[in-house]
C-alpha cells in the first residue's frame, strides 16, 4: 500500500465544521497527515476540489448485487465509501433450505446459487468489493427461516429461536436488526416480539432500524411503534426514509418528527434517515393486503387467480380497514404517479415506464385488476416507483440534524445484468443531489452539514468512530469532488447516468475511482460493530 497526497484541497472533516486549505497524507490504510510535511510516492491533485470523507450510505439493498458486480459502480461514482445493507427486514442470511426466502427479494432477480447454508457464510462474500460493506439482519430471514410466511404470532420456542439465530449473527459481524413491516412476513409481527428481538441488538451494541408499518394515514401510530420497541429493549433506533405518502398525509412528516424529538428528550436514542426525491420505489406486491401474502410467493399468486378472492383483495386494498396500515389507493392521480420501473419477463418490457393507469387501460382492467394480472403475469417480480410524496417534506426532513442520507438504493451498473430497468434514480445520484441541489444551488443548509449528514452522522448511528470523520488517526476513506460542477444526472426517465463533480473515491487508502474510471483495485472490506 502506497504513501498517497492528496494536494490543494479544501478539508471538509465530516463534523459540520467549516472546511480549511490543508494537505492530506495517507499510509497504511489511514489519515496519518493534515496540513504537515509528508513524503508521498503518489500525489493527487485536489486544486479546488473538497477533500471529504468517503459517504456512508446507511440504507441500502446491494445485498446481492454486489455479488453480481463487485464494483458497486453506481455507488462509487457518487462518492459512497461504504454500503450498509440487509434493510426493510431482507437480507439473504440466515437462508431457508429452500427458495421460498428469494421471494422477499424479488427487486434483485438476478440468477445467484444462494449456496451460503448460514450469515457467516454469506457475508465473507461480501469481503473484496470496491468499497466496503457492513449488513444487517432481516427480520423477514429471521422470521421466515424459524416460521416461514406464516400469518401467526410466534410461539415461546420459536421466538427464543429467533433470538439465538440473530445473537449468532450479531457475533458474526452484523451491525443490527431491520425491520420491514409492510412486507411479509415481518408484517406479520407485533411490537412485543420486535422489543424481544431489539432487546439481543441492544445487548451487543447494534442498531434497530425499522421500515415503518405505515408511512401515510397511520404514521405517527408506526413511528411511536418504533420508538417504544426501542424504548422496551434499551437499543438505538432508526426510522428508515421517513416520509408521508400519499397527498392526504402530506405535511405529517411535522408530527413525526415532533414525536421523534420528544423521545429523545425522554432518553430514547432515535434518529432518521432520508433520500433527497419526492418519490419512493418498492415491489409492486406491496399494493396488496398483509393476508394476500400468509404462506408465501406461490400461495399469494393462487389468490389473485381466484376471481372471488382477488376481488376481495381489490376491495379491501380501495378501502382499508384499520387494521391494515396501508393508504387507499382511490383517485386517478394515484394510478398516474406510480411507474413501472423493472419487470422480469423480456415480454413484460413493453410496461416499463408505464403508469398504472396506462397498465389499466392497456389490459383493459381497472388499475387494480392491472395490478393483480401484472403480478400474476411475472411472478411477482415487478416494481414501481411511486411519486406520492411532497417535495416541502423532503426539504423538511433533509434540513434536519437528526437526519442521514441514505439512497433505499442499489448498487448498479449501466452495463451488463445490473443495467436492466427503470431503476429510482436515487440508485445513481442521492448523494451528489445532495450536495448540488440542495447545499451549494439553493442553500437548504451549508455544504459542510451536508457532508456530515453523509460521514460522521451515519457512522455515529453504527457506533463507528474511525470512519466518517477526516481526521488524523481515521480510516482512509475519502472522497475529493469539485463544489461547482457536483450534482445528480440520473432522471426517471433515464436512470443510468454517472453523477457530475466526483473526482477521486479512496477505499482503506486506495484511490477506486479516479479519472473517470473504476480501478482494478478491490480494497473493500466487510465492518462490523466491534472492527469498523
Known sequence: MSRLAITGGTVIDGTGAPGYRADVGLAEGRIVAIGEPFAAERVIDATGCVVAPGFIDLHTHSDLSLLVDRRGWSKLTQGVTCEVVGNCGMSPAPPLADRRQREAMTYMDQDLDWTWPDYPSFVRQLEGCALNVASFVGHIALRSAVMGFEQRPPTATELETMRVLLRDCLAAGAVGLTSGLIYAPSCYADQTELAALAAVVAEAGGLYASHIRGEGRTLQQS??????????????????????????????????????????????????????????????????????????????????????????????????????????????????????????????????????????????????????????????????????????????VLRHPLSAIASDGLAVAPDGPLGAGRPHPRFYGTFPRVLGLYARDEGLFSLPEAVRKMTSCPAARLGWTDRGRAVVGCRADLVVFDPATVGDRATFEQPHQRAEGIRTVIVNGEPVWSEDRVAAARPGRLLTLSTP
Not at 241 to 256: P, T
Open 223 to 396: 413511528i411511536a411503534e418504533c420508538i417504544e420497541t426501542g424504548r422496551q429493549a434499551g437499543c438505538r433506533v432508526q426510522v428508515s426514509h421517513l416520509k408521508a405518502a400519499g397527498r392526504a398525509h402530506w405535511g405529517g412528516v411535522h408530527a413525526a418528527i415532533a414525536q421523534i424529538e420528544a423521545a429523545r428528550a425522554e432518553g430514547v436514542d432515535v434518529a432518521m434517515d432520508v433520500y433527497p426525491y419526492a418519490a419512493g420505489s418498492t415491489q409492486l406486491s406491496a399494493l396488496l393486503p398483509p393476508w394476500a401474502h400468509d404462506g408465501g410467493l406461490e400461495a399469494m399468486l393462487a389468490r389473485l387467480a381466484e376471481p372471488e378472492v382477488r376481488e376481495r383483495i381489490k376491495s379491501e386494498a380501495l378501502d382499508p380497514p384499520p387494521s391494515w396500515p396501508g393508504y387507499a389507493l382511490k383517485e386517478r392521480i394515484e394510478w398516474e404517479e406510480r411507474i413501472i420501473s423493472y419487470v422480469g419477463a423480456p415480454e413484460l418490457g413493453w410496461c416499463l415506464g408505464r403508469s398504472l393507469q396506462e397498465l389499466a387501460e392497456a389490459f383493459g382492467l381497472h388499475p387494480y385488476d392491472a395490478v393483480c394480472e401484472l403480478l400474476i403475469r411475472d411472478g411477482g417480480r415487478p416494481q414501481f416507483v411511486a411519486h406520492h410524496l411532497c417535495e416541502a417534506d423532503v426539504r423538511t
